[in-house]
């Protein structure tokens, strides 16, 4: 895999995890909501108009451009499964950001993630 192919990846997977965690801070900062008729559009509202979700979104749509190019380059194979960084990323700073719990079984699940990703890559 050539350096650009795996920054353009790399770039992808980040954008995608911060895209994650950006919405993730916009319904924090929304809170719990139920969908009901009768309040659709004043929570759509403040989710549509919320800067994190607006963040989360552009984070997302620039990520699939970034995307797009990273598959001209690389083989499906090889590219999906490195979308698996995003959760290693999002789970460090989940726990970092908004308290989430980092039990030894989540690590030992991380661990795994990375062991795959390390595995595929070295066959490409």
């Not at 965690?21 to 139920?34: D, I, M, S």
């Not at 929570?43 to 598959?71: C, D, E, H, T």
């Amino acid at each position: 895999m050539s350096p650009i192919a795996f920054a353009l990846i790399l770039t992808g997977v980040i954008l995608n995890a911060a895209g994650q965690l950006l919405l993730k801070a916009g319904t924090n900062a929304v809170g719990h909501f139920e969908f009901h008729l009768d309040n659709v559009l004043p929570i759509g509202l403040k989710l549509a108009f919320n800067p994190y979700i607006l963040s989360g979104m552009a984070a997302y749509g620039v990520s699939l451009v970034v995307w797009i190019m990273a598959l001209s380059r690389v083989p499906v194979s090889i590219a999906y499964p490195m979308l698996s960084i995003g959760y290693v990323i999002n789970a460090f700073i989940a726990w970092h950001w908004f308290g989430e719990a980092l039990s030894l079984e989540k690590l030992a699940g991380i661990g795994l993630i990375v062991l795959g990703v390390y595995v595929i890559t070295r066959t490409a």
